[in-house]
């Protein structure tokens, strides 16, 4: 068996081992000193017959592994491009296509439920309904808390108002520009499309920052990365800083059991589920290594100042203040009540951290670069050296 | 290279293991004990002696060790009844003090050189009257340290460890915290977030222990984790639960002012000032450079939580009163309330 799960799972437990207790099994019942052996997960009441447009990427093996353990039947539609032969055996079919320009593979097929992970543009969701439209039961689309046009709304909701592309901008566009240009007002626009397509039969769950095992953003990677590479760390601001993100597989597993529900309607989909600041999240993370080290927080005035941006840099974190107050005080109340469940933040770190591990070693070296997201650990180095500076220079206060 | 090793006790907290480390480590492991706490735990693992180190030590007399781990003793008559028949007879005595030999907690960074409290001169060090090893805890396990090594000169290392936790123990100190954590709502959290703690798993310093033996290394060592923020500690123990426990930090004057006390009540705490300002913050660089290593917290506190959740009712039930150690469920709401409406009118501090 070389399915991620499997391989994840390994990882895990070679971690593991190095940490391995002599405490008689006896008395716990079980060998891995995280405790992070998932439960294991039983078949839903009914199997569905599910297409998972993408399915290789982040959300998507997720989505598969968990709807196969709940004994539902897995058709993948993609380009066969990111990760190709993935899942080869172990789904029902692998579909090949292109939703820019093909997608004559759905042609006359029938699904109990869509999931559509990778849309970004709304002439993907009105391609694939050239021949899903009227053949498929449920359409459940994974947008984006990217959608909501003002941040700085504190427990910002499901209602709250949402981005509006430019009028001189196609809706249909297909140029990839517009894609990460106008990334939010399309996503939009693409929930839009869905309800126009599958009306009443559609799911839209907009998800705050996925972090997890296969994330190459590295933003959420970062900090296991650089925490367990120890010594003084620089921290964002002020360690009471709010922070919200949701583990992969708590998405993708909600994604399922909300498909195996009906539950239709709009989900803002962010964790944790009680308010987590800044400080419990990175010293999260840190109780997963062993690597002495510690956190100097550093006033965002000052960040500002070296050039350290907030997201791209200091990753996860968004100035509680002005344009970004709310970014990381949305609510995802609703979603919880539908049961969206999460896991605890050891096990995030661990299990990405582990994931980590496996990456080639130059894309472990590019994380401690902040090449992809991140701070660079000798630009690091300086801006701690200049705080520093600047403290001394204040005089002892 | 196989040793063949004599456990005092072995049955209790640290003991265990040592033990299953032991063996693991393809060593001969023999046990004396009064077979009374958790009797015949590792039967048929190893070899068990039954005898008391109070009044019979005869299950000793003509064996060969190639070293000793002394864990349970309390009293000096104890290591010097064991050496009636041990002294000479074994290579190496590793002997388990405590961090509390030293009587000036005032100063952090604190060595193996700081001094260590001497025996009233009015007390006899062989005392075997029971309230004097609570009265005079730390200077009878000084006089302990002293009688090891008048027993076995030049094969003695001492081992201070600093407060251990993990599964296993019975003090509910750091056993408070998963629990409590792990119930969610409201915490009441000691001092500051930045206010100084220390703690070993037993793991750590069980397998250091081995390791030790295994390397013959003598000497005296601190043997307790880097010096961290209560922050760290509590948000990590966090980490490992899904109940979303939602912090409130309030000072030692005001705690203090509400009967709740360090260490009792807010467990592995204490205020970093005055008299325990450097309790929390004690020197382990010579254990680190001779091998002591430290598993993850998440590992103590997930394998400690798992191991709470196993105990009886009646151990529960005890938690959620404080009655051994932590804050009572009713006090801590009592105070917390207390503690809101101090803050009435102030800036919200969430």
């Not at chain 2, 203090?256 to 929390?280: D, E, K």
């Amino acid at each position: 068996m070389t399915s991620r799960r499997s391989f994840l799972h390994t990882g895990a437990m070679i971690g593991g081992a190095l940490g391995l207790g002599g405490l008689p099994k006896s008395l716990l019942g079980q060998h891995d000193p995280f405790l992070l052996t998932p439960q294991p997960v039983t078949k839903a009441p009914a199997s569905l017959n599910i297409l998972i447009l993408g399915g290789t990427g982040f959300t998507g093996p997720e989505q598969v592994e968990y709807a196969l353990a709940r004994g539902h039947r897995v058709t993948l539609f993609n380009r066969n491009k990111t990760r190709p032969g993935f899942f080869k055996g172990r789904v029902a079919e692998e579909l090949i296509g292109d939703l820019n320009n093909d997608t004559s593979a759905l042609k006359g097929r029938q699904f109990d439920v869509v999931l559509d992970n990778p849309t970004t543009l709304p002439a993907w969701v009105r391609n694939a309904a050239q021949q899903l439209a009227g053949n498929v039961k449920h359409y459940i689309f994974q947008s984006t808390t990217s959608v909501y046009s003002d941040q700085s709304i504190i427990g910002l909701d499901e209602n709250s108002p949402v981005g509006v592309l430019p009028a001189d901008i196609d809706p249909y566009t297909l140029d990839p520009a517009h894609a990460s240009r106008f990334y939010g007002p399309l996503k939009v626009r693409a929930e839009q499309e869905v309800a126009k397509q599958y009306p009443d039969i559609w799911t839209v769950v907009r998800p705050c920052l996925i972090v997890g095992p296969l994330d190459r953003t590295d933003r959420f990677t970062y900090w296991p990365a650089r925490i367990d590479a120890g010594g003084e760390i620089l921290a964002p601001d002020k360690p009471e800083d709010p922070c919200q993100f949701i583990d992969v597989r708590d998405l993708a597993e909600f994604s399922v059991r909300m498909a195996e529900a009906r539950a239709f309607g709009l989900y803002n989909a962010i964790g944790p589920e009680k308010p987590m600041t800044i400080a419990e999240m990175l010293y999260g993370v840190k109780s997963i290594t062993s690597t002495p080290g510690f956190f100097t927080w550093v006033p965002w005035e000052f960040l500002k100042e070296q050039g350290v941006r907030p997201w791209r840099h200091m990753t996860v974190w968004q100035p509680p203040y002005g344009a970004t107050a709310g970014y990381q005080r949305r609510s995802a109340a609703k979603a919880i009540a539908a049961g969206l469940t999460f896991r605890s933040v050891a096990d995030t770190a661990k299990t990405t951290l582990d994931w980590h591990r496996t990456r080639p070693q130059a894309e472990q070296d590019a994380t401690l670069r902040g090449a992809v997201g991140g701070l660079d650990m000798t630009r690091e180095a300086e801006v701690l050296a200049a705080w520093h500076a600047k403290l001394k220079s204040a005089g002892p206060g | 290279m196989p040793l063949n090793i004599l456990i005092l006790g072995g049955t209790g907290f640290t003991g265990p293991e040592q033990v299953e480390y032991a063996l693991a480590r393809g060593h001969k492991v023999t046990l004396f004990n009064r077979n009374r706490t958790r009797p015949d735990f590792f039967k048929g693992k190893v070899e068990q002696l039954i005898g008391d180190l109070n009044d019979d030590v005869s299950a000793l007399k003509g064996l060969k060790f190639d070293v000793v781990l002394d864990n349970p003793t309390t009293f000096p008559a104890w290591v010097r009844n064991a050496a009636q028949h041990l002294k000479g007879n074994v290579g190496h005595y590793i002997f388990i003090s405590t961090m509390s030999v030293y009587p000036d907690n005032s100063r952090p960074n604190m060595d193996e050189t700081d001094g260590t409290t001497p025996v009233p001169a009015d007390v006899d060090p062989y005392t075997l009257v029971r309230e004097n090893a609570g009265k005079y805890y730390g200077a009878l396990k000084t006089f302990s340290e002293q009688e090891a090594e008048r027993q076995y000169p030049g094969r003695v290392t001492v081992v201070r460890p600093g407060l251990i936790v993990g599964p296993l123990d019975r003090s509910d100190r750091f056993t408070y915290w998963p629990a409590r954590l792990d119930r969610g709502g409201d915490v009441v959290a000691p001092g500051t977030p930045d206010d100084s703690t220390q703690w070993i798993d037993s793991r750590d310093l069980a397998e250091w222990m081995i390791r030790l033996a295994e390397q013959k290394v003598l000497g005296t060592f601190n043997a307790v984790g880097h010096t961290r923020p209560m922050s760290e500690l509590l948000y990590g123990i966090k980490a490992v639960t899904t109940a979303g426990a939602q912090f409130h930090w309030i000072p030692a004057e005001f705690l203090a002012s509400q009967g709740v006390r360090g260490w009792r009540h807010m467990t592995v705490w204490l205020p970093p000032t005055g008299p325990t300002a450097g309790f929390l913050r004690r020197n382990n660089d010579r254990a680190v450079a001779k091998g002591l290593t430290f598993r993850p917290l998440a590992v103590t506190a997930a394998e400690t939580l798992a191991w709470h959740k196993t105990r009886t009712e009646a151990e529960k039930k005890t938690m959620m009163e404080g009655a051994v150690a932590g804050l009572a469920v009713t006090k801590e709401a009592e105070v917390l309330a207390a503690w809101k409406a101090t803050q009435k009118g102030g800036p919200d501090h969430d």
